[in-house]
T-cell receptor, first 112, second 113 residues
Framework: EAQVTQNPRYLITVTGKKLTVTCSQN?????MSWYRQDPGLGLRQIYY???????DKGDVPEGYKVSRKEKRNFPLILESPSPNQTSLYFC???????????FGPGTRLTVL | AQSVTQPDIHITVSEGASLELRCNYS??????LFWYVQSPGQGLQLLLK??????LVQGIKGFEAEFKRSQSSFNLRKPSVHWSDAAEYFC???????????FGAGTILRVKS
């Protein structure tokens, strides 16, 4: 089944404890992206990747890192999480940057 | 900067009534436009998309949307709403040059029986 998977689905952590949210797609898509969803703000792009080893900042990149070492994986790293990063995170992929995006199920992160 | 406006934060309709969700985008003469739906606790599912051609687009679950360039709008419609349509709906815009998908703030649809 064609899909985007994310892990974990739920995570509660404390301020400053490094964490990684994994994202994987099995559709051989070139483009991958991370979003955060906050009430009343819709989805805002954190980082995106046009291809392996090519990443760029979105609208809200502060406090986040990404890497794209393989086409299928695009992990999101929070090296020192803070409470304002409490949010619902979505990974998405598309064939190129000019096609519809397919979304993962989301990761709900709480930073205490 | 490009933006997408969904003017209605919440909408409540009766089951069986018609529905129209509004969306306006701010940038681009020939944009790519999308509607996504998010059911509670779920990810986003693509309802329909507009790239070019016929300005009336049919999607899944009986939804349609009409692109009106003169009004910079891409409103979503359904002739008869079902209780299972209760969800949050997002309009998104990809300008003709670029690869950054911009989302509206979303519209929460409630369906009353």
């Amino acid at each position: 089944e064609a899909q985007v998977t994310q892990n974990p689905r739920y995570l509660i952590t404390v301020t400053g404890k490094k964490l990684t949210v994994t994202c994987s797609q099995n559709m051989n898509h070139e483009y991958m992206s991370w979003y955060r969803q906050d009430p009343g703000l819709g989805l805002r792009q954190i980082y995106y990747s046009m291809n392996v080893e090519v990443t760029d900042k979105g609208d809200v990149p502060e406090g986040y890192k990404v890497s794209r070492k393989e086409k299928r994986n695009f992990p999101l790293i929070l090296e020192s999480p803070s409470p304002n990063q409490t949010s619902l995170y979505f990974c998405a992929s598309s064939l190129t940057g000019r096609n519809e995006q397919f979304f993962g199920p989301g990761t709900r992160l709480t930073v205490l | 900067a490009q933006s997408v406006t969904q003017p209605d934060i919440h909408i409540t309709v009766s089951e069986g009534a018609s529905l129209e969700l509004r969306c306006n985008y701010s940038y681009g003469a020939t944009p790519y436009l999308f509607w996504y739906v998010q059911s509670p606790g779920q990810g986003l599912q693509l309802l329909l998309k507009y790239f070019s051609g016929d300005t009336l687009v049919q999607g899944i679950k009986g939804f349609e949307a009409e692109f009106k360039r003169s009004q910079s709008s891409f409103n979503l419609r359904k002739p008869s709403v079902h209780w299972s349509d209760a969800a949050e709906y997002f309009c998104a815009h990809l300008p003709e040059y670029g690869n950054k998908l911009v989302f509206g703030a979303g519209t929460i649809l409630r369906v009353k029986s």
